[in-house]
């Protein structure tokens, strides 16, 4: 079974997942019903009535159902997500930690979990409980032994200001412009995120052409996202006019450019090139002279690519660490050669030789 960039497919999750072939999809995200348990109408203070949500898709007899399905879209989705794949699931108090018990009885491994504080929280109006002003993401690997999973760390820390991102987003609700409505300007959906969420973790876990799916795809906001940064998408719905707004939202959608989809990469994801084969390609020989940034400590390049300062020898980052009486050193940043305009640390000469590989 093969998909193209969009595919948007009707019916029951569970049923439908199990149509899709092994290990296809590259990223999964997952807004399950969050199985509110509303005791009754919710007010405000002026006895209007809250659009909460009450619809039948939300509605299960116990806690015993609900975990029973549960378990049964989970196990699915843990089948077609290929080996180096990932999955997010969002939910509430009153259902995330189910949900997060039973992955770990499926065998995902937990990665992170990411609270989505909400910047325009709906207030509580009965007064009897804390605001719930956040909402809870969970990312897992498909297993505990799994190494290898896309993370663009670099592009997540270039989005917030060359700063590590943590684990708590603070982003607001879909309102406004964003929030799909029907004909009579009503919402369309109770529950419609905002694409500024989908954003970010989709650009933090797969990569252009990667293909994602979303198993509870409402008024297609995954897909939305996943067509503006350049992946495909597979949205699997039940409920017919959920999907007709979908489709049409997504069909206005314009993708961005192969080129403005690039994403600064990971020095991580580079070849790796030891220090060794810079001697061997001549670009420093033995004997050549390395400097420390200020050019107070003179080491001599070997021909098997150790360094020798006195009597210490080692790698670049075993003497770099030793002449400064520290535990490690990047020597690529800490070692320097000599140019025509001054020292240049040795890193310029290992991306040189990347650039010809």
Same mark, same amino acid.
């Given at each position: ?42 007010h405000r203070p002026d006895n209007s ?185 597979? =949205? ?52 050549d002279q390395l400097f420390c940034p ?10 098997? =690519? ?12 075993k003497v770099g660490a030793m002449v ?34």
């Open positions: 079974m093969t998909f193209g960039a969009e595919t948007i497919i009707q019916g029951d999750c569970v049923e439908q997942l199990a149509k899709l072939p092994d290990k296809s999809v590259d990223l999964i995200f997952a807004d399950p019903p969050y199985n509110l348990q509303l005791g009754g109408d919710l009535k809250v659009d909460a949500v009450d619809d039948h898709w939300d509605q299960f007899a116990s806690f015993e159902i609900y975990d029973a399905f549960t378990r049964a879209w989970l196990s699915q989705c843990q089948r077609v997500l290929k080996d180096d794949g990932s999955l997010w699931v969002i939910g509430s108090y009153h259902n995330i930690f189910r949900v997060g018990s039973t992955l770990q009885d499926l065998g995902f491994w937990i990665l992170n979990d990411i609270i989505w504080r909400k910047t325009n929280p709906m207030p509580n109006f009965k007064g009897t409980r804390f605001t719930n002003a956040h909402e809870t993401m969970i990312w897992a690997a498909k297993g505990r032994g799994q190494r290898r999973y896309t993370f663009n760390y670099d592009a997540m820390k270039m989005a917030n200001d060359d700063l590590q991102m943590r684990s708590d987003w603070s982003l607001p609700l879909c309102t406004g412009e964003e929030r799909v409505k029907d004909e009579e300007g009503k919402k369309a959906h109770p529950t419609q995120k905002p694409e500024a969420l989908l954003h970010r973790l989709i650009l933090a876990s797969s990569k252009p052409g990667d293909l994602i799916l979303d198993p509870f795809f409402g008024v297609g906001t995954t897909g939305a996202a996943a067509k503006r940064l350049g992946r495909r998408f597979i =949205g699997i719905e039940r409920e017919e006019t959920y999907i007709e707004f979908a489709r049409r939202r997504i069909s206005q959608v314009a993708p961005a450019s192969a080129e403005d989809m690039a994403t600064m990469g990971s020095k991580r994801s580079e070849p790796r090139i030891p220090f060794g084969q810079i001697v061997e390609a001549g670009l420093l020989r033995p004997g200020k050019g107070e400590r003179v080491a001599r390049v070997r021909a098997d =690519g150790s360094l020798a300062i006195g009597d210490l020898t080692g790698s670049i980052h400064q009486s520290a535990p490690a050193c990047n020597g690529w940043t800490y070692w320097h050669f000599k140019t025509d305009k001054g020292l240049a640390p040795i890193d310029v000469l290992r991306a040189k030789v990347r650039a010809e590989m």
